[in-house]
């Protein structure tokens, strides 16, 4: 899984996990670089690159999603824009069948329909990318931490030792891209269940198993593994 | 077996007392009401075969109840507790000793009366008791209890002696056994706390839990009337023969007053009752980490909660609590205590301390996380931006504003009239509110306080704390504000959850980077 990718062993702007050289780093490998095969090649590179403009890199060390996930939701979303274009043409036409001429019901439906159209092709096609500048995740020795959204913008930092298992799932669209949504799991009520949608397969591994071979020598002296 | 069932020889089965059989089949009888009345119906009506039909399946559970009992077993093998039951369905459950956490009691009165008790044997995991012996003698609970709690207390003894956790073999664990049980016994209760008769009574007075009694009461009272067939068109015509002949509207006033008077004393003193029932001869008392609440006039309730395990304090004081000085105290642990129906879950979180006066909380806070030096008044309050209060009146202003303008357009002027009281309550509320609210950090705990009528003052262990968030609203970012809510595992009879909104941004990401680093910190 590592084999393509571990090009960047000394970056200048390294994440911290090289820099301390924990005993868990050495044998799970450094997850923090995004190393996700051709596209990535060092995580120092990518974050200049994307520091003037993406506001949730703007700290130390963030990563940002694969920019495939662009791809993936606009396959998606093109997918419903189609089937309501279709569905919406297809309603038109009923109504005009049944009264015609046009009158104005019919052109506030039309108007309607054009705005919604309109709606869908932003919010499906171009809110994916202001959606992708706004999310942005850090590995480090804190923990791990996640910042998203674009009106509404959510920070959620889960200290390493309180991850209790993970899981990395993928949908068939998420397959066909290389994505996968890794569900950070804590002992928690309210965000107990933390989900990071739009990496690539190998970051969301990677991160799976960096942080559940983080929280194994945690488990060992309560031996049961019951959150404290 | 009679003969054994005291002794406490390790691997031997135990099985429950002889009178389980009876609350079984009465609990059982509860349960299996319906056929049962139905068996009784078809005899008395002579139509028998539906009789012999329920008869056989009431027969049929009753026999279930009995075998349950005949076949229940449990014993101690090693450091592992094992129940056996069934016949048919054998079920046979390890409970690994390390991972009991405490073993409450439920006693109702007919319990008393017989000198036994529920055993309720309870893990880390899950909001259900992990096994519930119903019901043992009292000299067995306790002959168990002092077993599983040595073996726990050697256990971890062997844990903390041994350099490396692993190496904690089950040899070592049955020398430790012997060695450590007197000094186990040393470490006797201690008791923290008591409430007395007048401080429930406080309670009752500051509650309004008689309410749902009275709805209920007065329900069933006017059930009983109509089922003796009397319309409520006569009742009121008869209530109204016992009114003076032309009364006048100031006699009507009185008599409206004196009734609602009637019912608010009827209330209190259902709720007084309501305590009292619940919380007579309320002991809180502690043996090394382990609390145990043990309260209960007619059914007494014993349930025990690890210090270690607590997840969250919260400090209730209810608006007439206030006046009359007194809090409760609820405490979250993992799981349990929710909204379930357990005695002993409710009673040991949702009910922690039913009732506390104010001068008693220092000495509790204490007792209950020693490492923090308690004084609510000098704690280093953070408040709210300074321009909070501003940003929720100037929001109600725009949205009234905008509202009055509507209505003042349409030429309804009650609507504005209405508008101008609400907003000018809105006002006033969203002051208090933002003056109630605190956060502050001190020794590894947070506490927050929130609350205009019902207070609510929460502390949660920074080390316990499972992932910290920081939010904001477009508003939020408008005025460079953001909300720090911090995640615990609890169940939430606290009904408080810690977020604290309006905070600075760079306050709060400070904060967040703070707890962050102490609780990655802690293992």
């Known amino acids: 899984m590592l084999s393509e990718t571990r090009v960047n062993t000394d970056n200048p702007g390294g994440p911290p996990g090289n820099v301390s050289g924990s005993e868990t780093t050495d044998e799970a490998g450094v997850i923090p670089a995004p190393a996700t095969g051709e596209r990535f090649e060092s995580p120092a590179s990518m974050t200049t690159v994307v520091a003037e403009s993406q506001s949730a890199l703007s700290g130390s060390n963030f990563q940002p999603l694969d920019p495939r996930t662009v791809a993936a939701e606009r396959t998606l979303s093109w997918i419903i824009i189609a089937v309501v274009t279709v569905g919406g043409l297809f309603g038109q036409a009923i109504y005009l069948a049944i009264n015609w001429p046009p009158d104005l019901i019919f052109l506030a439906i039309a108007v309607a329909y054009v705005l919604l159209l309109a709606f869908l092709v932003w919010a499906g096609h171009f809110y994916p990318v202001i959606a992708l500048r706004h999310a942005a995740w850090r590995l480090d020795e804190q923990g791990f931490e996640i910042r998203r959204g674009v009106w509404w913008r959510h920070e959620i930092t889960v200290p390493r030792s309180r991850v209790q298992h993970t899981d990395v799932h993928q949908g068939p669209l998420m397959r066909k891209f290389g994505l996968a949504r890794l569900v950070i799991n804590t002992a928690g009520t309210h965000n107990a269940s933390i989900a990071l949608d739009g990496l690539s397969l190998e970051t969301a591994q990677k991160l799976r198993s960096e942080l559940v071979a983080d929280s194994i020598p945690q488990r060992e002296p309560s031996e049961f593994g019951e959150p404290r | ?523």
């Open chain 2, 1 to 523: 077996m009679t003969e054994q069932r005291h002794k406490s020889t390790d691997q031997e089965a135990h099985w429950l007392h002889p009178s389980s059989l009876v609350f079984e089949f009465v609990g059982g009888i509860r349960s299996q009401l319906i056929p049962a009345l139905l068996a009784l119906f078809g005899a008395t009506t002579g139509t028998w075969l539906g009789g012999l039909i329920a008869l056989l399946y009431f027969v049929g559970s009753m026999t279930a109840v009995v075998l349950r009992y005949v076949t229940l077993r449990y014993r101690l093998v090693g450091d592992e507790l094992i129940i056996d039951e069934g016949v048919i369905f054998h079920v046979h459950r390890t409970v690994p000793i390390q991972r009991i956490q405490n073993i409450d009691v439920v006693q109702n009165p007919f319990h008393r009366l017989l000198r036994v008790a529920e055993v309720r044997i309870e893990t880390a995991s899950g909001t259900e008791p992990e096994a519930v012996l119903r019901v043992l003698s009292l000299a067995e609970f306790e002959s168990l209890r002092a077993r599983i709690f040595a073996r726990k207390r050697s256990y971890e003894l062997a844990q903390s002696a041994a350099s490396e956790p692993a190496a904690a073999p089950p040899v070592i664990l049955e020398q430790l056994t012997s060695a450590v049980q007197p000094a186990g016994q040393a470490a006797q209760r201690e008791t923290i706390m008591k409430i007395s008769f007048a401080q429930l009574a406080l309670a009752g007075i500051a509650s309004n839990r008689g309410t749902a009694l009275l709805l209920v009461g007065l329900g069933f009272v006017s059930q009983q009337f109509s089922t003796v067939a009397r319309s409520w068109r006569i009742e009121t015509a008869e209530l109204t023969r016992y009114l003076p002949e032309n009364s006048s509207a100031i006699v009507m006033l009185a008599l409206a007053i004196a009734g609602l008077l009637a019912l608010l004393i009827s209330v209190k003193i259902l709720s007084i009752a309501w305590y009292v029932l619940k919380f007579y001869d309320y002991t809180l008392d502690r043996s090394g980490d382990a609390l145990r609440v043990s309260c209960g006039l007619l059914t007494r309730v014993s349930a025990t909660v690890r210090r270690d395990r607590i997840q969250l304090i919260s400090i209730r004081r209810t608006l007439i609590g206030r006046w009359l000085r007194i809090a409760s105290i609820r405490i979250e642990t993992a799981g349990g205590g929710g909204d379930s129906d357990d005695p002993t879950a409710t009673i040991a979180r949702r009910w922690f301390l039913p009732v506390i006066s104010e001068a008693q909380i220092p000495a509790i806070m204490e007792q209950l996380c020693p490492e923090l030096k308690w004084g609510e008044r000098a704690f280093d309050w953070q408040r709210l931006s300074s321009k909070a209060a501003w940003r929720t009146r100037r929001m109600i202003l725009l949205a009234l504003g905008l509202l009055m303008i509507v209505a003042g357009l349409l030429g309804l002027t009650p609507v504005v009239v209405a508008l101008v009281l609400f907003g000018a309550l809105a006002w006033w509320w969203s002051g208090r509110r933002v003056a109630a609210m605190g956060y502050a950090r001190h020794d590894g705990k947070i506490i927050f306080r929130s609350g205009v009528f019902t207070q609510k003052c929460s502390i949660a262990f920074i080390d316990k704390i499972q992932s910290v968030a920081i939010d904001l609203s477009p508003f939020d970012r408008r005025w460079n504000m953001a909300t720090l809510s911090v995640d615990t595992v609890a169940s939430g009879p606290a009904e408080h959850r810690i977020a604290i909104p309006m905070l600075d941004a760079a306050y709060a990401r400070n904060e967040r980077d703070v707890i962050c680093r102490s609780a990655s910190l802690a293992r």
